[in-house]
C-alpha cells in the first residue's frame, strides 16, 4: 500500500516530448520532496530533477536544464515531469523516488522507489 507508480513512458522521436507522472499512495504525498532518476542501458542510475514538498524549490542534472520540467500537484497526490526536446541519449528506465527532507540537495536518502517507466528516444 506504500508505494510510488510511474506512468507515461514509450516511444518517441528525437525532439519530441512526454509526461511522466508518479502517483503515490499510502503516505501523505505533500510531506515528502520526490526526486526522478533514471538509469540507461549500461550506466549507472543517476538523479535527473527532484522537487521539494511545497514545490517551491527544484534541481535538475545538469544535462536536462532547460528541457525538462518537475512540478506537483499535491491535491492529486502526483509529481510530473514534463521532458522536452528529447534526445536518443535520455532514452532509459525513469524511477520516481520518496526521500528524507535533503533529499533534493544531496541525491541521496532515498527510502521509497517506484518500479520505473521506460522511455525509448529514438527514429
Known amino acids: 500500500q506504500l508505494q510510488l507508480v510511474e506512468s507515461g513512458g514509450g516511444l518517441v522521436q528525437p525532439g519530441g516530448s512526454l509526461r511522466l507522472a508518479c502517483v503515490a499512495s499510502?503516505?501523505?504525498?505533500?510531506?515528502?520532496?520526490i526526486g526522478w532518476f533514471r538509469q540507461a542501458p549500461g550506466k549507472e542510475r543517476e538523479g535527473v530533477s527532484c522537487?521539494?514538498?511545497?514545490?517551491?524549490?527544484?534541481n535538475y542534472a545538469d544535462s536536462v536544464k532547460g528541457r525538462f520540467t518537475i512540478s506537483r500537484d499535491n491535491t492529486k497526490n502526483t509529481v510530473y515531469l514534463q521532458m522536452n526536446s528529447l534526445k536518443p541519449e535520455d532514452t532509459a528506465v525513469y524511477y520516481c523516488?520518496?526521500?528524507?527532507?535533503?533529499?533534493?540537495?544531496?541525491?541521496?536518502?532515498?527510502?521509497?522507489w517506484g518500479k520505473g517507466t521506460l522511455v525509448t528516444v529514438s527514429s
Open positions: 522537487i521539494s514538498t511545497s514545490g517551491r524549490s527544484t
Open positions: 499510502g503516505f501523505p504525498l505533500n510531506y515528502y520532496p
Open positions: 523516488a520518496r526521500g528524507v527532507p535533503e533529499m533534493c540537495r544531496i541525491w541521496g536518502g532515498v527510502d521509497v
